[in-house]
């Protein structure tokens, strides 16, 4: 996606309570090789990648492209979000008739898991873009069947479109419309 000419990129570093939402570095390598080979975060996203893989495959600085915020805790990452990848009018889910909405997904460690991280980053994510892009409306898709993702988006004011089936399984989609307190 070609980010407006209006948006910065990357952005100063978005500081919540205990986090900080920046662009990536190369010391964040290892935590991308780790996040993308986690069984645990695998579950819902497609699957474990190979380690091997992964170790060829992600480059020096991982991450380095508009829309995407590596989310680390005492400098550490933790997690990562993306936010200006547009949804493919092809895909099911939309709001607008021609697609291309701005789509919320995060990953997080399963060590960073149970700790509010994900809702105090999509938070500050979602405030972000309200500034940043004024007007745009936010969507989220996630499996029904996951649990977290689920309360996250209802936490984070995301509100039900449509349900439909995707990747063999049951998808929520959701919005969130701009000025839609998070947290």
């Not at 991308?32 to 996203?45: I, K, N």
């Not at 495959?57 to 990562?80: H, N, Q, T, Y």
């Not at 200006?84 to 460690?109: I, K």
């Not at 892009?133 to 977290?148: F, H, K, M, S």
Request: proline content about 9%.
């Amino acid at each position: 996606m070609t980010v407006p000419a209006s948006v910065p990129w990357p952005p100063a570093a978005i500081r919540t309570a205990r986090l900080a939402l920046r662009a990536s570095e190369a010391r964040d390598r290892a935590a991308f090789v780790e996040l993308f080979a986690s069984p645990e975060v695998g579950t819902y996203a497609g699957g474990a990648r190979p380690r091997e893989e992964l170790d060829r495959a992600v480059p020096e600085v991982p991450g380095r492209r508009p829309g995407l915020f590596v989310v680390a805790l005492d400098g550490a990452m933790i997690g990562m979000i993306t936010l200006l990848d547009r949804r493919a009018a092809d895909r099911p889910g939309h709001v607008r008739p021609e697609g291309g909405e701005a789509e919320l997904g995060y990953l997080f460690l399963p060590e960073a898991w149970g700790n509010g991280y994900a809702a105090e980053a999509c938070a500050a994510a979602l405030d972000w873009v309200a500034h940043a892009l004024p007007g745009e409306p936010v969507v989220l898709c996630t499996q029904i069947a996951n649990d977290r993702s689920m309360r996250l988006a209802a936490k984070l004011g995301f509100t039900e479109v449509e349900r439909f089936e995707e990747y063999g399984a049951e998808q929520w989609f959701g919005v969130w419309p701009p000025g839609t307190p998070c947290g």
